[in-house]
């Protein structure tokens, strides 16, 4: 099996009945919507790069085909590979956290090895848009995107080939390919800037991790459960969590931390009333120290 940038795969998961037989029917309605988008886009992924390679000859745009070209069949094996040793570090941890059976510590590696991962791949993804668009006349804009988010998503385009089998693999593929299609649209419908492609890039993929968490957990026995919340008690748990959309990797990271203290409380035996009252005020603890820090910066300190 093709190793993956990732530490959340084959090592500590497997692709047993388990998913499919102990997740819920939301939950597999929309994991058959991911699998779908995601066969979508290697067809078109397929078909785009001629369309666009053609375009941009007859264009004469002959340096930005050959480097498409070469982006797409010989740089990827090369940007996983080294996305793979840059987690190294990470899976002693994982390990530690499988021994202990500790969960907040599998999730904070979790989440720690994708805000990296996804950290590198924002650059590159962002980095192939803007080399191909400031390489190409303007009237090549639209093959030029083609083949920029061709090259963006070249490796996780292969490696879910490889891995069909594997729903980690195919769940960081179709993450990465849809957010390959929105820095397209932005790049080519709104001409953004890279700065905000690539926040916009980490923003989304910061959010993506805990898509993989909700797998992590439906599909890992080795770890103890906890137990099922309501929906309102859910959104009042893991509301700090989205400082993880626009508070940057610190706050992100506060965020994160927040919400899986307020789910441990809601997971204690104390009333139903204390476990709203404790986690508001310390969910509202945080957005005030992050509303106060804020405007402190903007004051000019």
């Not at 785009?48 to 745009?61: M, Q, T």
């Not at 797998?215 to 103890?224: Q, Y």
Request: hydrophobic share 55%; with cysteine; proline share 3%.
């Amino acid at each position: 099996m093709t190793t993956v940038a990732t530490v959340d795969l084959e090592h500590y998961y497997t692709s047993d009945d388990r998913f499919e037989n102990n997740i819920p029917t939301w939950f597999q309605s929309v994991w058959t919507i991911v699998r779908f988008v995601a066969y979508l886009v290697t067809i078109i992924w397929n078909v785009g790069f001629i369309v666009a390679g053609v375009w941009l000859l007859v264009l004469g745009e002959w340096k930005a085909a050959g480097l498409g070209l070469l982006g797409q069949f010989c740089v990827g094996t090369f940007l996983l590979g080294w996305i793979d040793m840059l987690l190294l570090p990470f899976f002693p941890l994982m390990s530690a956290a499988q021994k202990k059976r500790s969960l907040g510590l599998m999730v904070a590696v979790v989440v720690g090895s994708n805000w990296l991962r996804y950290f590198v791949i924002s650059l590159w993804m962002v980095g192939s848009f803007r080399t191909f668009l400031n390489m190409t006349k303007p009237e090549a804009l639209i093959p030029a995107c083609i083949v920029g988010l061709i090259v963006a998503i070249a490796p996780w385009i292969s490696m879910g080939a490889q891995e069909q089998d594997n729903e980690h693999a195919i769940l960081s593929w179709t993450g990465i390919t849809t957010m390959g299609i929105i820095l397209a649209i932005g790049f080519g419908a709104f001409h953004w800037d890279g700065h905000t492609a690539f926040w916009l890039s980490v923003g989304f993929f910061n959010a993506f991790t805990f898509l993989n968490i909700k797998v992590m957990t439906l599909t890992t026995s080795d770890f103890p459960r906890l137990k099922q919340l309501k929906w309102y008690e859910s959104l009042w748990s893991y509301f700090p969590a989205i400082f993880v959309l626009f508070g940057g990797y610190l706050w992100g990271a506060l965020g994160i931390a927040t919400a899986y203290g307020n789910r441990r409380i809601f997971n204690s035996k104390i009333h139903t009333a204390l476990k709203f009252l404790s986690t508001g005020a310390i969910s509202g603890c945080l957005c005030f120290v992050y509303l106060a820090v804020c405007s402190w910066f903007v004051s000019g300190g």
